[in-house]
């Protein structure tokens, strides 16, 4: 069974641009986490969705934004990038809402966002 | 609120040493407690759990036992290797919560 996928592996963006990044879970799954670990920190957890549906968000400004598909796969949008946005972003996924609490979550190998 | 304090890092061992990791956390009632390990380069992979008091999870000679009289939840392994070096995160859910609460994580050296 495939595990949590990210896309893309690497980004490079400027400045003020925009970057999108892409999850799939775990088949079957129905909740996607999306989490930012900056370098030499620890996880910071960003937005929550489940069944299409953004459930929490942490403390994080506007611009960072997302959506989750009728599959189930999730994006990640920040928009107006700024130099402190480079990162490793995180995904995982977790059964969901109809899910047991001790349901685990099942990370992916993160997308590595490099703002100039 | 609920969360988790994990000992600072870097942790240096030698191979073969004995490791512990300090985890202790706040919670109300029984949250479920994880240890994830993060190499390299790498995202997150689950390295045990326990849902439980007195539970003990066990993987890779990694081992951690719930303890709800201490609230905490230990990382030990009786023999590192090289290849263990990665920084480690003690995490909770609380009781009926969707959101992992995890800590700082702990980066562990081996050296041979």
């Known amino acids: 069974e495939a595990g949590v996928t990210q896309s893309p592996t690497h980004l490079i963006k400027t400045r003020g641009q925009q970057a999108t990044l892409r999850c799939s879970p775990i088949?079957?799954?129905?909740?996607v986490y999306w989490y930012q670990q900056a370098l030499g920190l620890g996880l910071q957890f960003l937005l929550w969705?489940?069944?299409?549906?953004?459930?929490n968000r942490g403390n994080f400004p506007p611009r960072f934004s997302g959506r989750q598909f009728p599959n189930y796969s999730s994006e990640l949008n920040v928009n107006a990038l700024e130099l402190e946005d480079s990162a490793l972003y995180l995904c995982?996924?977790?059964?969901?809402?109809?899910?047991?609490?001790?349901?685990?979550?099942?990370f992916g190998p993160g997308t590595r966002l490099t703002v100039l | 609120g609920d969360s988790v304090t994990q000992m600072e890092g870097p942790v240096t061992l030698s191979e073969e040493a004995f490791l512990t990791i300090n985890c202790t956390y706040t919670?109300?009632?029984?949250?479920?407690l994880f240890w994830y390990v993060q190499y390299p380069g790498e995202g997150l992979q689950l390295l045990l759990k326990?849902?439980?008091?007195?539970d003990k999870g066990s993987n890779k000679g990694f081992e951690a036992t719930y303890r709800k009289e201490t609230t905490s939840f230990h990382l030990e392994k009786g023999s590192v290797q090289v290849s263990d070096s990665a920084v480690y995160f003690c995490?909770?859910?609380?009781?009926?919560?969707?959101?992992?609460?995890f800590g700082a994580g702990t980066r562990l050296f081996v050296k041979a």
């Open positions: 326990a849902t439980k008091a007195d």
């Open positions: 919670a109300t009632g029984y949250p479920s």
């Open positions: 995982a996924s977790r059964a969901g809402l109809g899910g047991s609490s001790t349901d685990t979550q099942y």
């Open positions: 995490a909770l859910r609380p009781t009926g919560g969707f959101k992992t609460i």
């Open positions: 088949s079957g799954h129905t909740s």
């Open positions: 969705y489940d069944e299409g549906e953004e459930r």
